[in-house]
């Protein structure tokens, strides 16, 4: 089969550009996520990033990347301590105060402080996640000062009033409710169970109808009070701010907090693996979900396995399993593996979605091409291809505005990474042998994995 | 239901600790968001600067640069969707778009395209709606010309395999089992829009029906590409760390070699006037929450009267674009009877659109109950219209999510192209604000007179399936 092509076209191609660093673009894709923490990768350098460290009179400590072309603001912040801080039987209470922060502060019940938030235009959100609280605000500069103050009013304040404290409840209880016979969502909550047995993380974030219930204002004032200190907070700010200016917000926001959090141990984690759990339902798709042991950010071997992981799957339209399964198959649209990093557990994971009637043979080609990494390990080229990608992605990927730079640096934070990072990334990534890759591959992906099949009853197993 | 489309579904990557971002997708999908004329002050020299021409083989440019990176994104807009297709031949756009990823053309093998945007840790993806298919890619600067011969290659030389076709059919079908086989909202949706619409081809689900995908073959794709995928239907954007006079000479030297195709109407069938009141209903097993979705055909921005769809996004935010909206207000705040409750405008589109509110109910509300409430806020509208206080906040709402959206390059890219491949023109998004800051309160009451009429609207009603 021929096209009628228009006529010739050809002209010699320019070589590659060196990837330099940047940041920029936010894919749609972004949207379809499922909220799960990945690991960061590492940043790529940066040369047109300069982060200052700014440190308050009260000694708060924020890294700072000061941008004067846009009159916008943005504010990242983390209390460490996130869903993992729920007390047994009240599953379900971060998540639930992380709902509440733009429901009344200080004198301003919830429907005054959203008329003063919507007035200054403020973008303001909380979020619960395993590990930490995170909270974003973006801005205009122009009304920082307002918008300033009701974020110190939100983090300081917030008053949990029975009105919203019940809407929003009836809000997430809806979404539970709504995913009682979701096959996907009863598989999940079957895998975590499984996976983590009885550990924080086996439970859901949101909590369960009978936990949600018997939660009190109280309760969240407790744990506001226990969570919201000083030494559990890291803080990142992007753009039209300077340093002196944010050290004087900085007091304002966080300087009368407590100095110490009061947080419940929690254990690290090895995820069981070598087990199948099924949810069978009559489904035109199956979902498959396979997870491998994976790496601790600061192992020494983690850019190895996430190198070895980008070849894998990680990399779109390149790496082995895209190849296999869609290129040249047809069986998914989606396919792909990530390195999952929590802060007590870590894993590789490796999902899909592919037609019922195929299951079966995409499970077995998926370990297949798993195998075929753990016994030979990637080609030299393969290799330098997936450096190449990794060190330009991260600031196409992870620097793309103001917002997402923040996030990026307060996630630099919490791991612990220092702040010459990003320009350490990139020879990180390069000194890793093809040795080293191999052994990753076999240390990781040698182990009998934790299989999750959602659809109908597989005819033969992979 | 997604109504636009992705070539790859996989995060980019590291989502890392990303939020859920609803700015961010309020100004990606958004309908039209719009970099203010009247724009901040700019410190670098040109950033933000809005530059426009034409290739001589009618190729529209579209340039804005922003130099604080070193990035910058390429976007081609093609004025080609899935309401374009002809007739039998749903998914077909969509599958053209697919076939330009998966083939190789006459000067590259398949995937060199892929390995040289990884071999730079670019990210490129594309997706395709009812009325334009775009394709776009964000790089290092000095990629850019690579990115552009790439990009001019593949407007015209495919050359796809048998095995191609088969394969990438069999990569959509799986797309379509995710997207909305699997699940019973979307096919609900998919049922709704194919009500709404009497004639207008949006009643046809972008992803196509799927016993029409499955016959899909290269004679349809290749009659489409080669009428379609040509330099004078097409949009060019790029934004970023770039000056405009590179872009040309870039353009020209790339795009600019490719020869015009036929100047193209888009000529579509025309919705005739409704008369009635519709209801759909799904029930499913996995389902344990009702919801409801009322829609109405309005006109978008393509197709409106002066005014008329600023006054339509505006009543839409008042109405139900957040939790100071109205149906929040008086559905979740005061009745209590509601979990969630909005309204949404589509105005980015070439013909008339849908006005949409949803509600889900609280508790033991009723569906009904719940319902009728969030008619009641529509009818108290229609008789008392909307305060000026409200008015001026949603005007600021609006506006300032422009402002905002200068934040990211990437999504001003996406507002011109949007606009530009549904008849709009760079004129009209920059002079959006004040259109926007002009429309009255009596302006939106007649929209919503004139508009929201229950008697001739489709409503959507997914539920659980009970025993008896």
Known sequence: MTNQYRGAFGHALPSPGEGRAARRITPLAFLLLAVLFLILPALTAHAAMNIQEVKSQKGITAWLVEDHTVPIISVRFVFKGGTTQDPVGKEGLIHLMTGLFNEGAGDLDSDAFQVKLDDAGVEMSFEAQRDGIYGSMRMLSLRKDAAFDLLRLAVNRPRFDQEPVDRIRAQIFSGIIANERDPEAIAQRKWLRAIYGTHPYSRPDEGTKVSLAGITPADLSAFHKAIFARDGLHVAVVGDIDAKRLSEKLDQLFGELPQKQTLSPVADVAAKLGQQVEVNYDLPQTSLQLAFPGVGRSEPDFFAALLMNDILGGSPYTSRLWEEVREKRGLAYGVGSYLAGYEHSHALLVTTATRSDRAAETLSIVHRVVKDMAQQGPTEAELEASKKYLIGAYAINDLDSSSSIAATLVGLQVDNLGIDYIQRRSALIDQVTLDQVKAAAKKLLSAEPGIMVVGPLMGGKG | ?468
């Not at chain 2, 980019?12 to 990606?28: D, G, M, T, V, Y």
């Not at chain 2, 079908?173 to 699940?183: H, K, L």
């Not at chain 2, 109910?361 to 509208?381: M, T």
């Open chain 2, 1 to 468: 239901m997604p109504r636009t489309l992705l070539i790859d579904p996989t995060p980019q990557r590291e989502p890392s600790i990303e939020l859920r971002s609803h700015w961010l997708r309020r100004a990606f999908i958004a309908t039209a968001l719009v970099l203010s004329a009247t724009a901040p002050v700019l410190a670098a020299k040109n950033d933000g600067k809005v530059t426009d021409f034409l290739l001589d083989n009618g190729m529209e440019v579209v340039v804005i640069p922003d130099h604080r990176a070193p990035v910058v994104t390429h976007m081609v807009w093609y004025k080609i969707g899935s309401a374009d297709e002809p007739p039998g031949k749903s998914g077909l756009a969509h599958f053209v778009e697919h076939l330009m990823f998966k083939a190789p053309t006459i000067n590259h093998v398949a995937g060199e395209l892929d390995r040289a945007v990884s071999a730079i840790g670019g990210s490129h993806n594309a997706f395709t709606d009812y009325d334009y298919t775009a394709f776009y890619v964000t790089v290092a600067p000095s990629a850019l010309e690579q990115m552009m011969s790439f990009e001019a290659d593949r407007m015209f030389t495919l050359i796809p395999t048998d095995d191609d076709i088969k394969t990438e059919r069999d990569v959509i079908i799986e797309e379509r089992r995710s997207s909305i086989d699997n699940n019973p909202q979307a096919v609900l949706d998919e049922e709704v829009d194919a009500t709404l619409w009497q004639s207008q081809p949006y009643r046809i689900p972008v992803i196509g029906w799927m016993r029409e995908m499955e016959t899909l073959n290269w004679n349809d794709a290749v009659s489409f590409y080669d009428l379609y995928y040509r330099p004078n239907n097409a949009v060019l954007v790029v934004t970023g760390d770039v000056e405009p006079e590179t872009v040309k000479a870039l353009a020209e030297k790339t795009y600019g070699k490719v020869s015009a195709g036929p100047g193209l109407a888009r000529i579509r069938p025309v919705e005739p006037e409704q008369n009635t009141k519709r209801t759909v209903t799904l029930t499913d097993a996995r389902v344990s929450e009702s919801r409801f979705s009322t829609q109405w055909v309005v006109p978008s921005y393509h197709t409106a009267e002066p005014g008329e769809a600023e006054a339509l996004d505006l009543l839409a935010d008042i109405l139900g674009g957040g939790n100071r909206s109205r149906l929040y207000q008086q559905l979740l705040v005061k009745q209590g009877i509601a979990a969630e409750a909005s309204a949404n405008f589509q105005g980015t589109v070439l013909d008339a659109t849908n006005f949409t509110i949803y509600a889900s109910p609280r508790g033991d509300a009723k569906l009904a109950d719940l319902e009728a409430a969030a008619n009641a806020e529509v009818a108290r509208i229609v008789k008392d219209g909307v305060t000026d206080d409200e008015l001026d906040k949603a005007k600021d709402r609006r506006v300032r999510s422009v402002l905002l959206a200068r934040d990211n390059p990437a999504c001003l890219a996406h507002i011109y192209g949007s606009t530009l491949a549904t008849g709009g023109s760079v004129k009209d998004v920059e002079e959006w604000p004040d259109r926007i800051r002009k429309v009255t309160a009596d302006q939106v009451k007649a929209v919503a007179a004139r508009y929201l009429v229950p008697s001739h609207s489709t409503t959507g009603y997914l539920l659980p399936k009970t025993e008896n």
